[in-house]
T-cell receptor, first 111, second 110 residues
Framework: DAGVIQSPRHEVTEMGQEVTLRCKPI?????LFWYRQTMMRGLELLIY????????DSGMPEDRFSAKMPNASFSTLKIQPSEPRDSAVYFC?????????FGQGTRLTVV | RKEVEQDPGPFNVPEGATVAFNCTYS??????FFWYRQDCRKEPKLLMS???SGNEDGRFTAQLNRASQYISLLIRDSKLSDSATYLC???????????FGAGTTVTVRA
């Protein structure tokens, strides 16, 4: 298995633009998580899904953030409009029996 | 109070030394416990699960103290390659959410 696959690996965008981050979880894993990591705030859980259903989105910072999981093999995290304070590394992780495996992350820079 | 708290360190130790650190959790319903390792500019990776009776994986030993609500990680015979940030992860019974601590940084010097 290739593991959790995230794209793009790096994204530089201008403030106000829409950003879409993509994630392909490990096949057979039933939970999917989106995390954001910064030096100041560490690893923050944004949202997680179980069997493609959003369970807890209380970590989503604002209405500018949205996430979808249309099927078991794909999820997106969208930021519209983006702001400089959204700059961070965004990780997707999938899990089975609570053992989570992370993708390599998307390093987002909003200028 | 944060759900999971860790001493950020850094713990600077010489090669061959033993280093240990703890992680406390606030939810008494927590059921599953893990240690993850994160190298600089990399993703977190599962290091080991933590079982009620304690468990070892090579030079790494994990312990759980339910009464005091903490878990610990001990690294024996430290190697340079053990330098990383170690993240404590906790999950409550019936909850798929994984709560991460902020991490403990360990630096092993030659």
């Amino acid at each position: 298995d290739a593991g959790v696959i995230q794209s793009p690996r790096h994204e530089v965008t201008e403030m106000g633009q829409e950003v879409t981050l993509r994630c392909k979880p490990i096949s057979g894993h039933n939970s999917l998580f989106w995390y954001r990591q910064t030096m100041m705030r560490g690893l923050e859980l944004l949202i997680y899904f179980n069997n493609n259903v959003p369970i807890d989105d209380s970590g989503m910072p604002e209405d500018r953030f949205s996430a979808k999981m249309p099927n078991a093999s794909f999820s997106t995290l969208k930021i519209q409009p983006s702001e400089p304070r959204d700059s961070a590394v965004y990780f997707c992780a999938s899990s089975f029996s609570r053992r989570a495996f992370f993708g390599q992350g998307t390093r987002l820079t909003v200028v | 109070r944060k759900e999971v708290e860790q001493d950020p360190g850094p713990f600077n130790v010489p090669e061959g030394a033993t280093v240990a650190f703890n992680c406390t959790y606030s939810n008494s319903a927590s059921q599953s416990f893990f240690w993850y390792r994160q190298d600089c500019r990399k993703e977190p990776k599962l290091l080991m699960s933590v079982y009620s009776s304690g468990n070892e994986d090579g030079r790494f030993t994990a312990q759980l103290n339910r009464a005091s609500q903490y878990i610990s990680l001990l690294i024996r015979d430290s190697k340079l390659s053990d330098s990383a940030t170690y993240l404590c992860v906790v999950s409550a019974f019936g909850d798929y959410k994984l709560s991460f601590g902020a991490g403990t940084t360990v630096t092993v010097r030659a």
